[in-house]
């Protein structure tokens, strides 16, 4: 990775500065959860399932990672494989497929969570002072309803059906 300073150009240079520091955050991440064999996008699937209180369909898992539904489907297909989550057809509508995470997901979960949401919450706390955060939190969220604008799209809010973390001094 270069270091392009575009000073000259501000904007360029905070989106080039913006996407580099997620490529190269994400790696990172992706590279230490590799270790444990699994991969960034399991662990969200996975942390997803787990605090939602009902069955998800493939499709909702998709608008929350903001994927494809297509490339979804694969992952999960390969995660029932390894028994990490379990596919169930409704009786109702055969063409509806609800997924829960299995407790050899929830193993698994419990285990890299701290790995990989520790590693994540580590490169922001030795980034940026935590009194920047809420500013930066708002820049960047300004930044996301933008481009969701240009997608026609909107951030919602979470569902009822989820249940958010608690703050018990640990990673989220």
């Known amino acids: ?23 190269a955050s994400y790696k990172a991440v992706e590279s230490e ?12 699937m996975l942390l997803i399932l787990d605090h939602c209180k009902v069955p998800l369909t493939p499709g909702q898992i998709a608008s929350y990672t903001f994927r494809e539904q297509h490339s979804v489907s694969a992952q999960l297909s390969r995660m029932r494989k390894t028994g990490l989550i379990k596919k169930t057809r409704s009786t109702k509508d055969q063409r509806v497929v609800t997924v829960k995470i299995t407790p050899k997901g929830k193993e698994l979960l419990d285990r ?3 790995i990989g949401l520790g590693l994540a919450a580590d490169m ?6 935590k009194d920047n955060l809420p500013q930066f939190d708002e820049y ?3 930044v996301r ?13 979470v569902p009822s059906t989820f249940r958010l973390p608690e703050n018990d001094g640990g990673c989220p």
């Not at 922001?124 to 002072?129: L, N, Y």
């Not at 933008?146 to 026609?152: F, M, N, R, T």
């Open 124 to 129: 922001v706390q030795t980034s940026i002072p």
């Open 112 to 114: 890299v969570k701290p």
């Open 140 to 142: 960047l969220k300004r």
């Open 1 to 23: 990775m270069h270091d392009w300073n575009l000073n000259g150009f501000p904007f360029l240079n905070t989106w080039t500065l913006m996407s580099e520091a997620f490529e």
């Open 145 to 157: 309803d933008v481009a969701l604008q240009k997608l026609g799209r909107e951030a919602k809010p």
């Open 33 to 44: 959860l590799g270790r444990h064999d699994t991969t960034l996008a399991q662990l969200n």
